[in-house]
């Protein structure tokens, strides 16, 4: 029985140290560009926990890495307010719906979906098409009304599964808005710091969050957010996209068919 014991605790030990790694791995590919819950949402699937708890422990390191993110980028100059507050709260009524939808959904279901956002995220990962930085700001006016909507819509889709939706925040921001690299990544850790709070709290309230594998996670996340946002580096590396392209498609893989 004492051996038993002393497995089950090196295990966990274990599992913690996956979660700092791989979690400050996600951090850093959250804050330069987006997609770092392909990695922390499956491995805490593959770790035991049902899809709903994954999903809702996940939001713990995704909304405490964005605050961070957010006073890294301040540090370095890059002011997001108003902006990002408004947009933060449009992308919040959005994402309290698709929360809403996340904890009722059957895991089965959710693996399925998930698999396919993996692949669909680490494509845009591998492509990172060049952004235009030549062109002026567009915050006000029609576009800022425009944006309002698009993060509304993206908001659905971050309180579903907030994989990916990093990706759809810099599409909205440097599409309609053109906005440069840096400064989108600033607006966008602002963004999600709004809604996730409002999503995490949907999943709190229906007991889906666990907490001791969450804020061990957030923890990695919050590093390399602090990291990555000083830094204020314009591309991710290309092994780095590659590595990540590899790692996701397993764990699609592994979704679909184990």
């Given at each position: 029985?004492?051996?038993?014991?002393?497995?089950?605790?090196?295990?966990?030990y274990i599992?913690?140290?996956?979660?700092?790694?791989?979690?400050?791995v996600?951090?850093?590919?959250?804050t330069l560009a987006g997609?770092?819950?392909?990695?922390?949402?499956?491995?805490?699937i593959?770790?035991?926990?049902?899809?709903?708890?994954?999903?809702g422990?996940n939001?713990?390191?995704?909304?405490?890495?964005?605050v961070v993110?957010v006073?890294?980028f301040?540090?370095k100059?890059?002011?997001v307010?108003p902006?990002?507050l408004y947009?933060?709260?449009?992308?919040?009524i959005?994402?309290?719906i698709g929360?809403?939808?996340?904890v009722?959904?059957?895991?089965e279901?959710f693996?399925?979906i998930?698999g396919f956002v993996?692949?669909?995220v680490?494509?845009?990962?591998?492509?990172?098409?060049k952004?235009?930085t030549?062109?002026?700001e567009?915050?006000?006016g029609k576009?800022?009304?425009?944006s309002?909507?698009?993060f509304f819509?993206?908001g659905i889709?971050g309180?579903?599964i907030?994989a990916?939706a990093g990706?759809f925040?810099?599409l909205?921001?440097t599409?309609?808005?053109?906005i440069?690299?840096?400064k989108?990544n600033a607006?966008k850790?602002?963004i999600v710091?709004v809604?996730?709070?409002a999503?995490?709290?949907?999943?709190i309230?229906?007991?889906?969050v666990?907490?001791?594998?969450?804020?061990?996670?957030?923890?990695?996340?919050?590093?390399g957010?602090?990291?990555?946002s000083?830094?204020?580096?314009?591309?991710?590396?290309?092994?780095?996209?590659i590595?990540?392209?590899?790692?996701a498609?397993?764990?699609a893989?592994?979704?679909?068919f184990?």
């Amino acid at each position: 029985m004492p051996l038993c014991i002393c497995r089950n605790v090196s295990s966990e030990y274990i599992h913690y140290a996956y979660l700092i790694l791989i979690g400050f791995v996600a951090g850093i590919i959250n804050t330069l560009a987006g997609g770092g819950s392909v990695l922390t949402l499956p491995l805490l699937i593959f770790m035991g926990l049902p899809p709903a708890l994954a999903n809702g422990t996940n939001r713990i390191g995704v909304f405490i890495q964005t605050v961070v993110g957010v006073f890294g980028f301040k540090s370095k100059g890059v002011d997001v307010m108003p902006h990002g507050l408004y947009w933060g709260l449009s992308a919040t009524i959005g994402s309290v719906i698709g929360a809403f939808w996340a904890v009722d959904i059957k895991g089965e279901t959710f693996n399925t979906i998930l698999g396919f956002v993996l692949l669909l995220v680490v494509s845009f990962t591998v492509l990172n098409p060049k952004t235009q930085t030549h062109l002026t700001e567009r915050m006000n006016g029609k576009y800022f009304w425009w944006s309002m909507l698009a993060f509304f819509f993206i908001g659905i889709f971050g309180g579903f599964i907030q994989a990916g939706a990093g990706y759809f925040i810099l599409l909205a921001l440097t599409q309609i808005n053109q906005i440069k690299l840096v400064k989108s990544n600033a607006l966008k850790s602002m963004i999600v710091s709004v809604y996730t709070l409002a999503a995490l709290l949907v999943f709190i309230y229906h007991d889906q969050v666990h907490w001791v594998y969450g804020l061990i996670l957030a923890f990695g996340q919050a590093a390399g957010a602090w990291v990555s946002s000083r830094w204020s580096a314009h591309k991710e590396d290309q092994v780095l996209r590659i590595l990540l392209f590899i790692i996701a498609v397993g764990m699609a893989i592994k979704l679909w068919f184990f």
